[in-house]
């Protein structure tokens, strides 16, 4: 159940997300809490979301900030986030944005490929400033998730791949205003099995062993992101497992003497907090099916559309005993894709009026809203209002 109240219902337009600030607050203080056991940092990674009063809770809970835009650098910024705890990623960063991470001071760059080295010395050498970049390379390893969000194997446009790596830790070093501070990397989102941690873990060492051979060691690894969480059962689970997450990386990688490890966790954090309240335009009968019309659609929320996401369904307007029979619950969208899910057990006295939410929207949820077919961008409402 979401913890939304009466009163925020009756007077509230729909769509909206709505936020649960107090668990994702616990959220924050567990992992907080398990990455300290082993002196692992943590990054947020904005593009989950960047809603500022969510931004200022997760700032509150001490941990940096994983970018991969200006914007986002900005919105970090302005949110208060250290410049020192930051780091920025993407494989097509511009001019203007490395300017500004500069000017910013941030702590490192997360470097793509050899022209972007080339740009960054380049801006740094004319602003007389030093560019702190750890490079991120393309493992080969392979996520087991949805092929759109797999990002570590060789056909994917991320990082370096790991036979040019030891040239392009030689190419930090000739370049002077660069200075070299490691290895990152991220093979994936929404990643369920453990194991693909563990492997990812050896490759790493198996990596850092090959530099380290030629007296090249890196001073910090950053694992990215990655975690999963449980989206067909979000209230048994409504904190991922961050304790066996953390656990796999202390067992299975070999840490050399002074070397930091990070992290840039997203979704975990923040996709549990975040429903998408919506209601129910008609109920209408097709030919073998039901279908169930709510006034949120795929604008709001893309992740069913574009990667076959399932969100739990709820009418929170039914009582909890009501018989159940299947809907195909739609969105007003001119699209067939605008569909959040199909033959979805819901009350059979589901009517025109009822309240739904859509649970685990807190990640890749607002932040990817459109305003296809002219839709308004949904607000967002938050428990502690
Ligand atoms: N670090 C890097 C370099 C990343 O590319 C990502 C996510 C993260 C960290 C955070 O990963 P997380 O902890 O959230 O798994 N829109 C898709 C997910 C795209 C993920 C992109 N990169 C979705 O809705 O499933």
């Given at each position: 159940?979401?913890?939304?109240?009466?009163?925020?219902?009756?007077?509230?337009?729909?769509?909206?997300y709505?936020?649960?600030?107090?668990?994702?607050d616990?959220?924050?203080?567990?992992?907080?809490?398990?990455?300290?056991?082993?002196?692992?940092?943590?990054?947020y990674?904005?593009?989950?979301?960047?809603?500022?009063?969510?931004?200022?809770?997760?700032?509150?809970?001490?941990?940096?900030?994983d970018?991969?835009?200006?914007?986002?650098?900005?919105?970090?910024?302005?949110?208060?986030?250290?410049?020192?705890?930051?780091v920025?990623a993407?494989?097509?960063?511009?001019?203007?944005?490395?300017?500004?991470?500069?000017?910013?001071?941030?702590?490192?760059?997360?470097?793509?490929?050899?022209?972007?080295?080339?740009?960054?010395?380049?801006?740094?050498?004319?602003?007389?400033?030093?560019?702190?970049?750890?490079?991120?390379?393309?493992?080969?390893?392979?996520?087991?998730?949805h092929?759109?969000?797999?990002?570590?194997?060789?056909?994917?446009?991320?990082?370096?791949?790991?036979?040019?790596l030891?040239?392009?830790?030689?190419?930090?070093?000739?370049?002077p205003?660069?200075?070299?501070?490691?290895?990152?990397f991220?093979?994936?989102?929404?990643?369920?099995?453990?194991?693909?941690?563990?492997s990812?873990?050896?490759?790493?060492?198996?990596?850092?062993?090959?530099?380290a051979?030629?007296?090249?060691?890196?001073?910090r690894?950053?694992?990215?992101?990655?975690?999963?969480?449980?989206?067909?059962?979000?209230?048994?689970?409504?904190?991922?497992?961050?304790?066996?997450?953390?656990?796999?990386f202390?067992?299975?990688?070999?840490?050399?003497?002074?070397?930091?490890?990070?992290?840039?966790?997203g979704?975990?954090?923040?996709?549990?907090?975040?429903?998408?309240?919506?209601?129910?335009?008609?109920?209408?009968?097709?030919?073998n099916?039901k279908?169930?019309?709510?006034?949120?659609g795929?604008?709001?929320?893309?992740?069913?559309?574009?990667?076959?996401?399932?969100?739990?369904?709820?009418?929170?307007?039914?009582?909890?005993?009501?018989?159940?029979?299947?809907?195909?619950?739609?969105?007003p969208?001119?699209?067939?894709?605008?569909?959040?899910?199909?033959?979805?057990?819901?009350?059979?006295?589901?009517?025109r009026?009822?309240?739904?939410?859509?649970?685990?929207?807190?990640?890749?949820?607002?932040?990817?809203?459109?305003?296809?077919?002219?839709?308004?961008?949904?607000?967002?409402?938050?428990?502690?209002?």
């Open positions: 159940m979401i913890a939304i109240t009466a009163r925020q219902l009756r007077e509230i337009k729909t769509p909206f709505f936020y649960d600030v107090e668990l994702l616990k959220t924050l203080q567990l992992a907080v809490r398990e990455a300290k056991r082993h002196d692992f940092h943590l990054h990674a904005l593009k989950a979301n960047a809603n500022p009063r969510l931004l200022e809770i997760i700032r509150e809970r001490g941990l940096g900030a970018c991969v835009s200006g914007n986002e650098v900005e919105a970090a910024i302005k949110s208060g986030f250290p410049a020192g705890s930051i920025y993407g494989v097509g960063k511009s001019d203007e944005e490395i300017r500004l991470a500069l000017q910013q001071e941030i702590s490192c760059f997360n470097c793509e490929s050899f022209p972007e080295l080339e740009v960054i010395n380049d801006i740094a050498g004319a602003m007389g400033k030093t560019a702190r970049v750890s490079l991120r390379v393309n493992p080969n390893v392979d996520a087991h998730t092929h759109y969000i797999t990002t570590g194997v060789e056909e994917n446009k991320f990082g370096f791949p790991v036979d040019d030891e040239q392009a830790v030689n190419r930090c070093r000739e370049l205003n660069i200075e070299w501070t490691g290895l990152h991220h093979v994936g989102s929404q990643i369920t099995d453990t194991s693909v941690f563990r990812l873990c050896e490759r790493v060492n198996e990596i850092q062993r090959g530099i051979a030629r007296g090249l060691v890196p001073s690894v950053n694992f990215g992101g990655g975690l999963g969480v449980d989206y067909d059962d979000p209230d048994a689970r409504p904190v991922p497992d961050f304790a066996a997450y953390f656990q796999a202390a067992d299975s990688f070999e840490r050399l003497p002074g070397q930091q490890v990070h992290f840039e966790p979704r975990p954090v923040v996709a549990q907090c975040g429903s998408l309240v919506t209601r129910v335009l008609y109920v209408k009968e097709g030919k099916k279908f169930i019309i709510l006034d949120a795929m604008n709001d929320l893309i992740r069913p559309a574009l990667y076959q996401a399932r969100h739990r369904i709820e009418n929170i307007s039914a009582l909890l005993d009501e018989p159940l029979e299947p809907y195909d619950v739609v969105g969208v001119c699209e067939s894709s605008d569909c959040f899910g199909k033959a979805v057990p819901l009350p059979v006295t589901t009517r009026g009822d309240f739904f939410a859509i649970r685990s929207c807190g990640a890749y949820g607002e932040v990817m809203a459109s305003r296809y077919n002219l839709r308004p961008i949904a607000p967002s409402r938050f428990s502690n209002d």
